[in-house]
């Protein structure tokens, strides 16, 4: 027979490293797709698809972002899926690409701030069952409430999938392979 008490501390106890470990994991091979590459092959579409490698780590950056504020705040009015403009549509968009001006080193920057920031919300906060109603959207349950656990593996799951993508971008690229 087990102590559950002690059980749920130990649990406790090792969670959020555990968690954050293997984001940063995942982190890691999505930053690596981009290793030794100029900032126009980071914008460089090699898929059927809209996707390049340095849009990859522009669209990671904002699902860390957005879901980091929500952890903390709630839903915005902005996230309801209800209120969006084309505009909205067209801004998400270009999360995908590289635009005029941007850089490899500096998507890189910005995604290492995005990450360090989650880590920090994730380590700081008092509780992971903490949890907030999502805000509207087609791909949402209605009614639905996410805990900042669920949240972080949302996070999780976005990044080891567009780490997948970016492998397959970057083999496209020039053959380099990061998982496999």
């Not at 914008?43 to 904002?62: D, F, N, P, V």
């Amino acid at each position: 027979m087990t102590n559950t008490t002690q059980d749920t501390v130990t649990v406790t106890a090792t969670e959020r490293p555990d968690l954050l470990e293997v984001l940063a994991h995942h982190r890691h091979f999505l930053r690596f797709t981009t290793r030794d590459l100029t900032d126009e092959q980071a914008g460089r579409r090699t898929t059927a698809s809209e996707l390049c490698l340095g849009g990859l780590i522009k669209h990671a950056t904002s699902v860390e972002r957005n879901w980091a504020n929500f952890i903390l705040n709630g839903p915005s009015p902005a996230d309801d899926f209800r209120n969006k403009t084309e505009a909205d549509f067209a801004r998400r968009a270009d999360e995908f690409r590289m635009l005029p001006g941007d850089t490899l080193a500096g998507v890189l920057a910005a995604y290492e701030e995005a990450a360090r920031r989650t880590d920090e919300i994730v380590t700081s906060l008092p509780d992971l069952n903490a949890d907030h109603p999502l805000p509207e959207a087609p791909w949402f349950k209605p009614g639905a409430r996410w805990s900042a656990r669920r949240v972080l593996l949302h996070i999780i799951g976005e990044t080891a999938q567009h780490a997948g993508h970016a492998d397959i971008i970057r083999e496209s690229l020039d053959g380099a392979k990061s998982m496999g």
